[in-house]
């Protein structure tokens, strides 16, 4: 089970990647396991000395009883991001260094576990999207022109 945001690798050049795990509930692990989940606009925000994934979006398990305490399930809820102490000191100064953000790249299973891979970006400039549709394209035509021709 793998859960990708195309989108940031359109948006964003990426510079690193990292794993953090997550804090789920139970309804939630399953929900993803089953892959009805979005990291579409979701972006990692370091409040003090931890991280969080905001708005990101995981649909709520349609066999899984209502929440505890008589409320209503938030799927765009804020989900704490666990890292080590000494990777989030250094994200937090690469950060402010250079105008840099974390963005979340993928959902994935790792045995038992729920990760979440994470990338250091620079976000590109709209010249720079548009020369890379470009270039797509250009290869499409050649890969078309050139099948079955070339051996």
Excluded: C
Aim: no cysteine.
């Amino acid at each position: 089970m793998k859960i990708v945001n195309k989108k940031a690798l359109f948006d964003y050049q990426i510079l690193d990647r990292l794993e953090a795990g997550v804090s789920l509930t139970g309804a939630e692990v399953k929900s993803l396991r089953s892959g009805h989940a979005k990291l579409d606009g979701s972006f990692v925000r370091i409040i003090g000395t931890e991280a969080y994934l905001i708005n990101a979006q995981i649909f709520p398990y349609t066999y899984a009883s209502p929440p505890a305490g008589g409320g209503t399930y938030d799927p765009k809820r804020t989900r704490k991001l666990l890292f080590h102490r000494k990777e989030l000191v250094s994200l937090k100064s690469k950060i402010d260094g250079a105008n840099l953000t974390l963005i979340p790249l993928s959902w994935y299973t790792k045995g038992p576990f729920v990760k979440l891979e994470v990338g250091l970006a620079r976000g590109k400039k709209q010249y720079e999207k548009r020369e890379k549709m470009r270039q797509d394209v250009q290869k499409r035509e050649l890969e078309r022109d050139f099948r079955g021709k070339v051996k």
